[in-house]
C-alpha cells in the first residue's frame, strides 16, 4: 500500500505523520487489497479539516472531518473511512450460507459453469516487461497483457503470492 500525506496551510510534524500512518496500517488489517491511500491536513481560521482518500481494488473511497483539534479530525474521518471498508467488505461476505453442499458430483453430469461478468477493450501498445508491471500496479491490477517491444510478441505479466511477479511468453509446440 502507498501512503501520500498532503499538509495544507500547517507544518507536517513527524507525530501527525505517525498518527496517520498507524491509522492507515489498522485500515489495512481490515481489507488487504488497498492499493493507495491519501490524507490531506489542512488549518483554516482554527478548523482542522482532514480528508482521507483510500483506492482498493476498483473501489475509490472518501472521507473528511472537521474539527477544532488536528488528531481529533484525523480520528473522525478514519472512523467514517474504516465504517465505509467494514460496508465495502460486508457486500462481498455471502449472510445466507446456511449449509454446505458437496458439488463434486453434480459438476461432472454438468460440466462448469463459466460466466463472463466483465469484458474489457484493452489497448495494445508496445513496452517492455518493467513498463508493463509499472502500469499494473498504477492501475491495481493482479495482471497486465501487453505487447514485449523487442518480439512483438503479446506477454502477461502478474503479481505472485509472494509478491514477486511472473511473465506470461507463448511458445510454440
Known sequence: MRIHIVARKIKMTKPIKDFIETKF???????????????????EKKIHSAEVVV???HQTMKASAET????????????????????????????HATETVDLGEFTTLMGPEIR????????????????????????????????????????????????TYGLLQPVKK
Open 68 to 95: 477544532d483539534e488536528m488528531y481529533s479530525a484525523i480520528d473522525k474521518a478514519m472512523d467514517k473511512m474504516e465504517a465505509q471498508i467494514k460496508k465495502y467488505k460486508e457486500r462481498f461476505t455471502d449472510h
Open 116 to 163: 463472463f461478468s466483465v469484458v474489457k477493450d484493452v489497448p495494445l501498445k508496445p513496452m517492455n516487461k518493467e513498463e508493463a508491471v509499472i502500469e499494473m500496479e498504477k492501475i491495481g491490477y493482479n495482471f497486465w497483457m501487453f505487447q514485449d517491444r523487442g518480439s512483438k510478441q503479446l506477454q502477461v505479466v502478474f503479481k505472485r503470492l509472494d509478491s
Open 55 to 57: 483506492h482498493a481494488g
Open 25 to 43: 496500517t489498522k485500515l489495512h488489517e481490515y481489507l488487504e487489497n488497498i492499493v493507495w491511500a491519501q490524507a490531506i491536513v489542512s488549518v
